[in-house]
């Protein structure tokens, strides 16, 4: 449930910062960069957007672990949980 | 008044940084000198008309779908769609020498036929150069400086053709006379022939709109007949920004799209610059003619024309007014379309010499304007036949107006020869961005406005 929920919430925020994004057919476990054509200021509105809109912090260090829509999932997993539970 | 940012002019770059910063709910506030904003790419209005200074052309126009284009990627960050800019591409430009005439429109494969039927000795060697260029990072890799004259000359032989390429390329964001530096020439080269130009729908005042609407829903606050008189320093730091009227403000972060040289006059403690580092001094001179008809029905439809009197091209500030054996002539209206205020429209560009112009007093300066709306028939003459008879009502600005309404020192249009790319002042709270940043262009200031934002107030230090 909480899986199904944190990608939802990934992929509207990915919906957001690159609205001509193709998101139907995409694959979990290859980069995003690969498939989407994103770059480092793409990546930096996604986490700007999980800060504004959740609070959710993500150091520099873990940018790494935004690569795929699979390590976004269990990277976020945790933070967007607490998250969640005290909206 | 406390801000996170502040933004020194209501520029592209000062206004995309601001959107960049208020749509992550930081406080922010743009403060612009004059009544209107834009910068060195505006618009004014004269006898019930609009024209605009600076934007011949957008540079960098790619259709939708290439995801890493400049101009797709800017949209992205600031979230305005392709809509807001309304971009309407050329039809196709010329570069014209003596007997001579290169053709390009916004597909590369234009640029190649003409080449190789003007200059079929170099046709093959163009088409390395052109993979080359493809291949040449510009934007993420730093280059030690490098002569475009040799760059060129090592892969070419035709001079001609070396002197036909460097031409536009020059005249659409070259600060230094002369020669320029091969990385920069290869960002513009990509922006003007491997990528193309256009023109939005209205005119600058369609993409400057756009900047200001979004900026505002986003929540940033922009304070218009606001000039900044002084940046106060406490050790190496920004303390305080004294306004016009004698208000201050304090912010965390100051950007400063006012130039570099600029910006440092407003410091109460300038940074001690080397000998070596001087204000640019390319300016520009440009007549304005309304027409009776549109250009395209009176037989002229090419959309931009870049025009040299002799085989070399010297891109230099001239010893007099203007140097009219040289210049770009732009016709809005051969766009694809064109709003009512620029169908009419003939303009053109000539490099011209600030110091001349400033010394005039007001009587000489009309004159001075005058004589070269006369060049601007002289020169439609060429392309369309009776071009006097065609006139109904013709302006011209200078170095001197460039200067004030942008502050920039000698109306440099391009800003200084040397770039600070890290944008870093001596104070560690003030950055540069805009023209003396970077890029150049309308698209180029955007990047820059929005690429400093990133680095200095949203990224983790």
Known sequence: MLEKQVKNIILDIIATVAPDAELSGLKGDVRLRDQLDMDSMDFLDIVMELRKRYKVEVPKEDYQQLATLDSCVSYLSPHLQAALASA | ?461
């Open chain 2, 1 to 461: 008044m406390h801000y996170d940012v502040v933004i020194i002019g209501a520029s592209m770059s000062g206004l995309a940084a601001g959107i960049r910063l208020a749509q992550f709910d930081k406080r922010v506030c743009v403060v612009e000198r004059h009544y209107a904003y834009g910068g060195l790419n505006s618009y004014y209005k004269l006898d019930g008309r609009e024209f605009d200074v600076g934007l011949h052309a957008v540079t960098n126009y790619v259709p939708p779908g290439d995801r890493l284009a400049p101009l797709n990627k800017l949209l992205r960050q600031l979230r305005l769609s392709r809509e807001d800019f309304d971009l309407r591409p050329q039809r196709v430009s010329e570069v014209r020498f003596p007997d001579r005439r290169l053709r390009f429109n916004n597909t590369v494969d234009e640029l190649v036929d003409s080449v190789v039927t003007l200059f079929p000795r170099d046709g093959e060697r163009f088409r390395h150069l052109l993979s080359d260029i493809q291949a040449y990072d510009d934007i993420r890799q730093e280059h030690p400086y490098q002569s475009t004259r040799k760059a060129l000359a090592d892969r070419l032989t035709e001079p001609v053709l070396i002197e036909m390429l460097l031409c536009p390329v020059m005249y659409y964001g070259c600060a230094n006379e002369g020669d320029m530096d091969f990385t920069q020439f290869v960002t513009m080269f990509k922006a003007i022939f491997l990528q193309g130009l256009a023109r939005p729908w209205g005119g600058v005042r369609t993409i400057l709109k756009a900047l200001v609407r979004r900026y505002r829903a986003c929540g940033g606050k922009l304070q218009m007949n606001c000039g900044v008189e002084g940046i106060e320093i406490e050790d190496d730091r920004v303390s305080a920004l004294t306004l016009s009227g004698g208000t201050t403000m304090t912010a965390d972060v100051v950007l400063s799209s006012a130039g570099y040289f600029e910006t440092m006059r407003l410091c109460s403690r300038p940074s001690s610059e080397p000998e070596s580092e001087k204000p640019g001094r390319v300016s520009f001179v440009e007549s304005i003619a309304v027409l009776d008809e549109r250009p395209s029905d009176l037989g002229h439809d090419a959309t931009v024309v870049f025009y040299n009197d002799a085989d070399t091209f010297d891109y230099r500030v001239p010893e007099g007014f203007i140097d009219a054996r040289s210049g770009v002539v732009c016709c809005p209206g051969n766009y694809e379309t064109c709003d009512k205020s620029g169908s009419h429209l003939f303009r053109a560009t000539w490099l011209a010499s600030y110091r001349h112009w400033a010394a005039l007093n007001s009587d000489t300066y009309t004159a001075a304007k005058r004589s070269c709306e006369e060049q601007l028939v002289c020169l439609g003459d060429r392309y369309i036949p009776d071009f006097g008879d065609h006139v109904e009502f013709v302006d011209t600005f200078t170095p001197c107006t460039i200067e004030r309404f942008t502050g920039r020192i000698n109306g440099a249009v391009y800003g200084a020869p040397k770039k600070k790319l890290d944008g870093k002042t001596h104070l560690k709270n003030l950055y540069l961005c805009g023209t003396d940043q970077g890029f150049v262009g309308i698209i180029g200031s955007i990047i820059s406005g929005i690429s400093m934002a990133n680095q200095y107030c949203l990224r983790d230090p």
